[in-house]
């Protein structure tokens, strides 16, 4: 492994947003949200080749904190061969957690997510699973842990912590800032850590635009240098 900084870049997401409906009498709420960026990182690694990013993300929640996440996203993941393909690929990420809200400013969640991808390759399928464990305070601080045992059909474990801040500089704008940590062991070994620095502003009507800067450091060179 060597220490470098590695993915600095700058995203542009423009999103409109569905508005949150109570479903009859069995209190569920569902919202959705449809948007494009000018590329994709994901803690920390970049997910795209400079191409535009499609997403469409649905969400369905009961009152008593039980939820079903869908997110759909397109990947044009680089030529080294740790990565599952070269091609493009869609993502689907099909979550179910549980959110029990400890006080009204504490919430813990607890979530199982299944990353799915179209693309089967010749030795293996790219699907991984992984446990995620939230503490959110007030939405302007949030803590992430998340563990997988085999990363895109690996024997690769990787676990992931992060810390995010949100705060609203004013009514339409906001912004925030994730510090990851990720810590990987088996075949590809790593250690790296990541920047995500955000800031959005929340249109008239449902949409919505957000910048995006996205810096990694120490990153060894299973992922290429791209």
Same mark, same amino acid.
Request: glycine share 8%; net charge negative.
């Given at each position: !492994?060597?220490?470098?900084?590695?993915?600095?870049?700058?995203?542009?997401?423009? @999103?409109?947003h569905?508005?949150?409906?109570? *479903?009859?009498?069995?209190?569920?709420?569902?919202? =959705?949200?449809?948007?494009?960026?000018?590329?994709?990182?994901?803690?920390?690694?970049?997910?795209?080749? =400079?191409?535009?990013?499609? $997403?469409?993300?649905? @969400?369905?929640?009961?009152?008593?904190?039980?939820?079903?996440?869908g997110?759909?996203?397109?990947?044009? !993941?680089?030529?080294? @061969?740790?990565?599952?393909?070269?091609?493009? !690929?869609?993502?689907?990420?099909?979550?179910?957690?549980?959110?029990?809200?400890?006080?009204?400013?504490?919430? !813990?969640?607890?979530?199982?997510?299944?990353?799915?991808? $179209?693309?089967?390759?010749?030795?293996?399928?790219?699907?991984?699973?992984?446990?995620?464990?939230?503490?959110?305070?007030?939405?302007?601080?949030?803590?992430d842990?998340?563990?997988?045992?085999?990363?895109?059909?690996?024997?690769h474990? +990787?676990?992931?912590? *992060?810390?995010?801040?949100?705060?609203?500089?004013?009514?339409?704008?906001i =912004?925030?800032?994730?510090?990851?940590?990720?810590? +990987?062991?088996?075949?590809?070994?790593?250690?790296?850590?990541?920047?995500?620095?955000?800031?959005?502003?929340?249109?008239? =009507?449902?949409?919505?635009?957000?910048?995006?800067?996205?810096?990694?450091?120490?990153? @060894?060179?299973?992922?290429?240098?791209?």
């Amino acid at each position: !492994m060597f220490s470098r900084t590695a993915f600095a870049g700058l995203l542009c997401v423009i @999103a409109m947003h569905a508005r949150t409906q109570e *479903s009859g009498p069995r209190n569920l709420f569902w919202t =959705g949200q449809a948007g494009v960026a000018s590329g994709l990182v994901y803690r920390g690694i970049t997910l795209d080749q =400079g191409a535009l990013v499609p $997403s469409l993300n649905l @969400a369905v929640e009961h009152t008593s904190g039980f939820y079903l996440h869908g997110w759909l996203t397109r990947v044009d !993941m680089p030529q080294p @061969a740790y990565y599952p393909s070269a091609d493009t !690929m869609w993502q689907t990420l099909l979550a179910t957690g549980y959110k029990w809200r400890v006080s009204p400013a504490w919430t !813990m969640t607890i979530a199982h997510n299944w990353y799915r991808y $179209s693309d089967e390759l010749p030795d293996r399928r790219p699907d991984y699973r992984e446990w995620l464990f939230t503490v959110d305070y007030n939405n302007l601080l949030v803590l992430d842990y998340a563990h997988t045992e085999e990363l895109w059909g690996l024997d690769h474990q +990787q676990d992931a912590l *992060s810390l995010g801040f949100h705060w609203p500089l004013t009514r339409r704008l906001i =912004g925030g800032a994730t510090l990851g940590l990720i810590e +990987q062991t088996g075949v590809y070994q790593d250690r790296y850590h990541y920047l995500r620095l955000n800031l959005g502003y929340l249109l008239a =009507g449902d949409w919505s635009v957000q910048l995006q800067y996205h810096d990694s450091f120490g990153v @060894a060179d299973v992922y290429g240098d791209n």
